[in-house]
């Protein structure tokens, strides 16, 4: 039966006056204050900026220049004028920067992606961490609740002569145990929230009531959720990028071989005489150039790229074979966890508790030694303290499936 711990107040009584807490409200504090999601957002802009210069044309260059600079009869200071110089980019050079420069932006975008779900997996894991110790302080109030009883009605017996005192001092032993298991639980919800005020960038978070039902565990498909792994991880996604990246240098550093033109030209003013009184005037001037591939033909800087694209081609491959290795181990854990869970909520409990309150009643007409009903006690007492921490443990594992989409961390 699903049970909604919504409102613990008997458990809880700490935070019964405040409002309860979602996931979401938890989730959007952690992405507002992660200084992280921060940085991943320089690193784009940071990309971007240089995908935008890796097309832009190189700047032309202009000048002022002279030749034969001397007084004379004849040279009268020589020629002096102005030029402008321009390297025309050959082989579409800057189309593949720009297209590689893109793809290392996809990639950082990608990573920020990767980022803000390390986020939101942190944040979950420590709600459902928090949801169970919730869970696990009511639990463990009705425990000792449960054990008190037996103590009075232990108690109460010797009064009448009815029970041992050795009885009395083990059933009031057994009520102290349950109650330390209380405090303990609550001092470990506290430690729990210390973590989330942390994530959330609070550090004066109060303790809260959280809302949600850590009894209704999510189905898994196996075969499904690793296939929406494979096909939406951004860390995988971030691979494809940079392998495509890495394509578009390597064809880049192939057309280095062919050399961009230098481009120069300009007018001067030649003041020497062809005759007397009469100097050569304006004049243009022109220089055409190229580097000439003589001594290497890029061939290094082409084996070096080529070799980046048979790295960046197998990442993408160890990314898939490290999340289904990782997927195989948290997967299994999550089935156990459920199918214990399971068995636990629908059948060992119930006859646990039943065994404890058929013994307690036949204790208390005399008709059963103490010792049935401590075991007894004791049995109901575990199985309520493993049905917990197995639906913590499958909550846990179900987060964990859900951060694999952000990969490795």
Known sequence: MKRQWLLLLAGLPALAQQSPVTLADL?????????????????????????????????????????HVAAGPDLRGGTIGGFFEQRVVTAGKLGLSRKSAEQMRLAAEHMQETSRLQVLTTIRRLYYQALGEQRLISVRKE???????????????????????????AAEVEAQKAQLAVTLAQNALDRTWREISAVVGQPGLRPSLLEGDIETIPAIDAQAEL?????????VRAAEN?????????????????????????????????????????EGIFDIGVQVPLFHRNQGAVAAAAAEVDRSRLEGSRQKQMLARRFADVYQDYRNAADSATRYRGSMIPAARQAYE????????????????????????????????????AWRSAVEIQGLLAGEE
Do not use: W
């Open 27 to 67: 989730e959007r504090m952690a992405l507002a204050a992660s200084p992280s999601l921060e940085q991943r957002g320089a690193e784009v802009r940071a990309a971007a900026g240089r995908a935008k210069q890796a097309g832009l044309y190189p700047n032309p260059v202009l000048g002022t220049n002279g030749e």
């Open 143 to 169: 425990m000792a609740d449960v054990a008190e009883r037996t103590a009075r009605t232990s108690r109460e017996l010797a009064n009448l002569g009815r029970a041992d005192r050795p009885d009395v001092l």
């Open 227 to 235: 296939e929406k792994i494979f096909d939406v991880s951004p860390q």
């Open 242 to 282: 940079l392998k495509a990246s890495a394509d578009f240098q390597l064809r880049r550093a192939r057309a280095e071989n062919i050399p961009d033109i230098m481009v120069r030209g300009g007018v001067r003013n030649n003041r020497e005489l062809v005759r007397p009184g009469v100097p050569v005037g304006l």
């Open 358 to 393: 058929m013994y307690a009643a036949n204790f208390s007409d005399m008709a059963a030694p103490y010792e049935r009903v401590l075991l007894t006690q004791r049995n109901l007492f575990q199985l309520e303290e493993e049905y917990s921490r197995t639906l913590l443990a």
